[in-house]
């Protein structure tokens, strides 16, 4: 009796062949994975810009008028 192994017992099977299908999915999802990619890089360099905006504003001084005080509103004493 021969000796059972893997090879032996279980008989590989031939790698099957890509379809149509599998291509355009395969092509599909490497398309949609480059588009999240620079949408992220988009995104990341957006927020830095925006961050370092954010940052050169606030170490401004703000030298802001002194606003006039609003007149109140008159009230009627009920008769």
Do not use: C, H, W, Y
């Amino acid at each position: 009796m021969t000796k059972l192994t893997k090879t032996t017992l279980f008989k590989p099977t031939p790698p099957r062949a890509e379809t149509l299908m599998d291509k355009t999915t395969r092509i599909v999802r490497g398309i949609l994975d480059d588009e999240a990619e620079q949408r992220e890089n988009k995104t990341a360099r957006l927020r830095k810009a925006r961050l370092e905006r954010e940052a050169a504003t606030r170490a401004e001084p703000v030298s802001a008028k002194p606003s006039r005080s609003r007149a109140k509103a008159r009230t009627t004493m009920p008769k």
